[in-house]
């Protein structure tokens, strides 16, 4: 799984359009901080934190598009697939190697950000929290990303839907603050993924939230595993 | 090593194989022929493992597991028309490939023990990148990588396919260098390159076997010589008179472009030249000859003639 995990870290940093998003990432943040830093206050910084962080889930559908479409679409799906590795570890390492890029680009673009709200007077420790919480978020849309690259042989199809789907979340979270029904809410809280950061950003690490994150991105990877074998048994 | 039975695959309604059976021993070479269409791709993704839905049986003999999709982890498979990893380079992709087959020992010795490999030159172009390679050296590079595993199976997809006459040479002297180490079985449209490769030749078309049992294209003597006659007589005065020749087989008759002339086309089942015999019996039943030729069936005629082509 090494071998698998490191040919698509390679293939990831011989990507420019994840440059490109990247620098575009360093270079917002930097212009947010620099325009907010001397008239807000902490509080603000924060929320500024947070809708950065949002945005940096917007990165994943790039890293996950071509997971698996590009097997399929060039045909090494076929060396991959008939590999010592089985499905489950295919998957696991996909997943590893897009985790390990977005981790990489995600704290290279909050280092800076991070030190500032330090100084600021907030400490370390919810800065930690909340690059945590980032983090798992992260690995839930990875996983989610990495499902609607298995159904998929096109790149570009499978990169539209995971956006849809990241879109379909943040139109939950937003019903969710507006709808009345508590029954409604309590749904809407259970499959909502970008609420759960609200724990992280206040300063807790909150169990149930961490629980919730780690089942989502297990749930998709298990998906992925499975759509992957059932396309294999229906050709 | 290797059996397969009555093995059928569907693609909705299209048959891609229809009952199929075949056995292959240990490190004997294979390759299966056949058009586009005739089931090749098809029976080399099972065979691999690929493809997990069919019907019949194939059974691996001496693999612990023969749950299909689980024998792969001794049957290594290099697919024809793959577009490999640019971004790579060569030695990346053996690292990959080696990794992912799960290589124990340490690569860089594997690759100095195995002499063949200094043979295709593999080394000197290691440190390229995949996307500066020539079609036969990420052939070789593909067969190398797979190699170093040292697969019980080698299952190569068209492997001369888009090669010059030159580099088909050079690839068919590589795989001969390879053929006592594990079991290869290929799968071509095209016979070329194969000719001194081959212990056992089978050959499809739409999806089924049409050559005979423990039959090799290239080395079938039965029926592949022929001689062609143009005589002024009737076919029944010609079976009377070649019936009792030895050596003759079947009797064709096609009708000469001269007039009043009968072609014939006799099989010959014998490497013995006959035509003294031929002369002969024609004389005895007053048979007048007016051309006689020696043809010989090349395999790739008897390839075009299995395959209705």
């Given at each position: 799984?090494?071998?698998?995990?490191?040919?698509?870290?390679?293939?990831?940093?011989?990507?420019?359009?994840?440059?490109?998003?990247?620098?575009?990432?360093?270079?917002?943040?930097?212009?947010?901080?620099?325009?907010?830093?001397?008239?807000?206050?902490?509080?603000?910084?924060?929320?500024?934190?947070?809708?950065?962080?949002?945005?940096?889930?917007?990165?994943?559908?790039?890293?996950t598009m071509g997971s698996f479409t590009l097997e399929k679409a060039g045909g090494t799906d076929r060396i991959l697939f008939t590999s010592s590795l089985n499905m489950p570890l295919i998957v696991l390492g996909k997943y590893l190697a897009a985790f390990t890029a977005f981790s990489a680009v995600m704290l290279a673009a909050l280092i800076?950000?991070?030190?500032?709200?330090?100084?600021?007077?907030?400490?370390?420790?919810?800065?930690?929290?909340?690059?945590?919480?980032?983090?798992?978020?992260?690995?839930?849309?990875?996983?989610?990303?990495?499902?609607?690259?298995?159904?998929?042989?096109?790149?570009?199809?499978?990169?539209?839907?995971?956006?849809?789907?990241?879109?379909?979340?943040?139109?939950?979270?937003?019903?969710?603050?507006?709808?009345?029904?508590?029954?409604?809410?309590?749904?809407?809280?259970?499959?909502?993924?970008?609420?759960?950061?609200?724990?992280?950003?206040?300063?807790?690490?909150?169990?149930?939230?961490?629980?919730?994150?780690?089942?989502?991105?297990?749930?998709?990877?298990?998906?992925?595993?499975?759509?992957?074998?059932?396309?294999?048994?229906?050709? | 090593?290797?059996?397969?039975?009555?093995?059928?695959?569907?693609?909705?309604?299209?048959?891609?194989?229809?009952?199929?059976?075949?056995?292959?021993?240990?490190?004997?070479?294979?390759?299966?022929?056949?058009?586009?269409?005739?089931?090749?791709?098809?029976?080399?993704?099972?065979?691999?493992?690929?493809?997990?839905?069919?019907?019949?049986?194939?059974?691996?003999?001496?693999?612990?597991?023969?749950?299909?999709?689980?024998?792969?982890?001794?049957?290594?498979?290099?697919?024809?028309?793959?577009?490999?990893y640019q971004e790579m380079k060569a030695s990346d992709y053996l690292e990959y490939i080696y990794g992912i087959n799960r290589g124990k020992r340490n690569l860089n010795s594997e690759i100095r023990k195995m002499s063949e490999l200094e043979e295709t030159g593999i080394t000197s172009f290691l440190g390229r990148e995949i996307s500066d390679?020539?079609?036969?050296?990420?052939?070789?590079?593909?067969?190398?990588?797979?190699?170093?595993?040292?697969?019980?199976?080698?299952?190569?997809?068209?492997?001369?396919?888009g090669l010059r006459s030159d580099e088909i040479d050079r690839m068919s002297l590589f795989l001969r260098s390879i053929q006592d180490k594990t079991t290869l079985i290929m799968a071509s449209d095209r016979l070329m390159g194969f000719s001194d490769l081959c212990r056992q030749t089978i050959v499809l078309n739409k999806g089924k076997i049409?050559?005979?049992?423990?039959?090799?294209?290239?080395?079938?003597?039965?029926?592949?010589?022929?001689?062609?006659?143009?005589?002024?007589?009737?076919?029944?005065?010609?079976?009377?008179?070649?019936?009792?020749?030895?050596?003759?087989?079947?009797?064709?008759?096609?009708?000469?472009?001269?007039?009043?002339?009968?072609?014939?086309?006799?099989?010959?089942?014998?490497?013995?030249?006959?035509?003294?015999?031929?002369?002969?019996?024609?004389?005895?039943?007053?048979?007048?000859?007016?051309?006689?030729?020696?043809?010989?069936?090349?395999?790739?005629?008897?390839?075009?003639?299995?395959?209705?082509?």
């Amino acid at each position: 799984m090494k071998a698998l995990v490191k040919r698509n870290l390679k293939a990831y940093a011989s990507v420019m359009l994840l440059y490109i998003f990247a620098a575009f990432l360093v270079f917002y943040i930097g212009i947010n901080i620099w325009e907010n830093y001397f008239t807000e206050s902490s509080d603000h910084m924060m929320k500024i934190y947070s809708d950065m962080a949002n945005i940096l889930v917007l990165f994943i559908p790039l890293l996950t598009m071509g997971s698996f479409t590009l097997e399929k679409a060039g045909g090494t799906d076929r060396i991959l697939f008939t590999s010592s590795l089985n499905m489950p570890l295919i998957v696991l390492g996909k997943y590893l190697a897009a985790f390990t890029a977005f981790s990489a680009v995600m704290l290279a673009a909050l280092i800076i950000p991070s030190v500032i709200l330090m100084m600021s007077g907030v400490y370390f420790a919810e800065v930690l929290s909340m690059i945590i919480g980032e983090l798992l978020i992260g690995s839930a849309v990875i996983a989610f990303g990495l499902f609607i690259s298995s159904l998929s042989s096109h790149e570009y199809r499978a990169f539209v839907v995971t956006v849809a789907g990241l879109f379909g979340w943040w139109v939950i979270d937003t019903l969710m603050h507006n709808v009345s029904s508590q029954a409604f809410k309590w749904v809407l809280n259970g499959v909502s993924i970008f609420d759960k950061y609200q724990l992280f950003s206040n300063g807790f690490i909150s169990l149930s939230a961490v629980f919730f994150l780690l089942s989502v991105t297990a749930l998709f990877l298990l998906f992925a595993v499975q759509s992957l074998l059932i396309w294999r048994r229906k050709r | 090593m290797l059996n397969v039975k009555d093995l059928r695959k569907y693609y909705g309604k299209t048959t891609a194989l229809s009952g199929i059976s075949f056995h292959i021993s240990k490190n004997e070479t294979t390759a299966f022929f056949g058009p586009d269409g005739s089931g090749k791709t098809t029976l080399l993704d099972i065979l691999s493992g690929y493809l997990l839905r069919y019907r019949g049986l194939v059974e691996y003999t001496g693999f612990r597991d023969q749950e299909p999709g689980t024998y792969s982890k001794k049957a290594s498979y290099i697919p024809a028309k793959t577009v490999l990893y640019q971004e790579m380079k060569a030695s990346d992709y053996l690292e990959y490939i080696y990794g992912i087959n799960r290589g124990k020992r340490n690569l860089n010795s594997e690759i100095r023990k195995m002499s063949e490999l200094e043979e295709t030159g593999i080394t000197s172009f290691l440190g390229r990148e995949i996307s500066d390679l020539n079609l036969l050296e990420k052939k070789e590079m593909m067969i190398a990588a797979e190699l170093l595993a040292r697969p019980s199976v080698l299952l190569i997809d068209d492997p001369f396919e888009g090669l010059r006459s030159d580099e088909i040479d050079r690839m068919s002297l590589f795989l001969r260098s390879i053929q006592d180490k594990t079991t290869l079985i290929m799968a071509s449209d095209r016979l070329m390159g194969f000719s001194d490769l081959c212990r056992q030749t089978i050959v499809l078309n739409k999806g089924k076997i049409v050559s005979s049992k423990d039959e090799n294209l290239f080395m079938h003597r039965k029926h592949t010589n022929s001689i062609r006659l143009k005589v002024f007589s009737s076919p029944e005065d010609i079976r009377s008179a070649f019936q009792f020749v030895p050596g003759i087989g079947e009797i064709d008759f096609q009708m000469s472009s001269e007039r009043n002339l009968l072609e014939v086309v006799l099989y010959v089942d014998t490497e013995d030249d006959i035509r003294r015999e031929i002369w002969n019996a024609a004389v005895n039943f007053n048979i007048p000859i007016y051309e006689m030729r020696t043809m010989q069936v090349s395999p790739e005629e008897l390839y075009l003639q299995m395959t209705g082509n």
